[in-house]
């Protein structure tokens, strides 16, 4: 099958849910009734309620960046997955509160540890589900991009690490300082995770030729052996007389070897966030990868991923790879199959290919 049969494969042979997003995120479908059937069929799914259900309007830090499976970054991941976007009721309702807390907010000094940190995963996820022409979640992901370009228009590696803190109060001895010039007023120089899953969703980002070359730069130094070699978590930032981990790098599974398990996962969730980017698409590690998910295609070019390496589990992170179930699994022999080809075939279109 080519591309365009296995897009109508999966209408054939998919649940509701992914029913729906191969409609509107593959075949672009212009008939409105029939789009509106599936939505009203992908609201009406169960998993789909159990996950609306936990998002709360709950915005302390643990609230929003956390492992637990109700924390926002986690809800609103599995949300976006799941088909949910800007423009369709109750979502709108749902995510208004974070919308507002990030408008009144965006401007407020940085008082908190991690209030820079704070409202870029807010601003991420909004800019993931579609929110991004909103102004604070624009701003929010404007001002990450002039921050991170700072440091990746020259990057030197060498000026990233001062002496590890000397303290006996402190149970993260084995991470590294980071030197303070790269975190002024808390304005880290260095990309976390929820930057890179964001740029591509930022319209004015992407359709913008300075700032497009911006953050292709920013994508380059990621891809870079020096930049990978950095530790997940970067290390620790001193605010005050505290010490605070300060990460989540942008690590790429599958750029030393083959990943397995939840790293295989991971990779896919990067491998679609980062394909519209010209110089991913040009690298080793997106290539090497498409070529290993095509270890997984059968005869008729579907794809079927091993079932463990697709996990669904209660506790951790969503950006993490462990809970990349769509429709119910249960019951549906080709469950893995659909799931599997569907994602094989949207980091196929985000590339362009």
């Known amino acids: 099958m080519n591309q365009r049969d296995l897009n109508y494969w999966l209408l054939d042979n998919a649940g509701p849910i992914i029913r729906f997003r191969t409609i509107v995120d593959l075949v672009v479908e212009q008939d409105v009734g029939v789009v509106a059937s599936a939505l009203t069929e992908m609201k009406g799914d169960p998993e789909v309620t159990k996950w609306f259900s936990l998002l709360k309007p709950n915005l302390g830090f643990n609230e929003i960046h956390s492992s637990k499976q109700d924390a926002y970054e986690n809800v609103m991941g599995k949300l976006v997955q799941l088909g949910w976007r800007a423009g369709l009721q109750p979502f709108d309702t749902k995510t208004l509160p974070f919308r507002v807390w990030l408008s009144e907010n965006i401007d407020r000094p940085h008082i908190e540890p991690h209030a820079v940190f704070k409202k870029t995963v807010i601003a991420s996820i909004l800019a993931r589900a579609g929110y ?23 990057p030197d590696f060498s000026q990233i690490f001062v002496e590890k803190p000397d303290t006996k109060r402190m149970s993260e001895t084995e991470h590294e300082l980071v030197n303070p010039e790269l975190y002024p007023n808390q304005q880290f120089m260095l990309p976390w995770v929820h930057d890179a899953l964001a740029f591509s ?35 620790l930032a001193k605010y005050g007389n505290q010490y605070y981990a300060i990460g989540w790098a942008v690590h790429l599974p599958g750029y030393d070897s083959k990943p397995e398990g939840r790293l295989f996962a991971e990779m896919l969730l990067m491998l679609e966030a980062l394909a519209p980017f010209k110089c991913i698409q040009r690298s080793s590690w997106f290539n ?12 008729d070019n579907t794809y079927s991923f091993p079932r463990a390496w697709l996990s669904e589990t209660k506790t951790g992170y969503w950006v993490g790879g462990v809970r990349m ?11 893995i199959e659909v799931e599997s080809t569907f994602r094989v075939l949207m980091i196929r279109k985000r590339a362009g290919l």
Do not use: C, H
């Open 201 to 235: 969703k930022i319209g004015n980002i992407m359709n913008q030729p300075e700032k497009r070359k911006m953050v292709e730069s920013i994508m380059e130094m990621i891809l870079s052996p020096e930049y990978q070699a950095l530790p997940w978590s970067y290390g």
């Open 288 to 299: 090497d990868s498409l070529k290993y998910l095509d270890d997984f295609r059968a005869t």
């Open 325 to 335: 179930a769509y429709d119910s699994r249960t019951g549906r022999k080709n469950a």
């Open 132 to 154: 991004d022409m909103v102004k604070a979640v624009e701003k929010q992901m404007v001002s990450r991009l002039v921050t991170l370009y700072k440091f990746s228009a020259a």
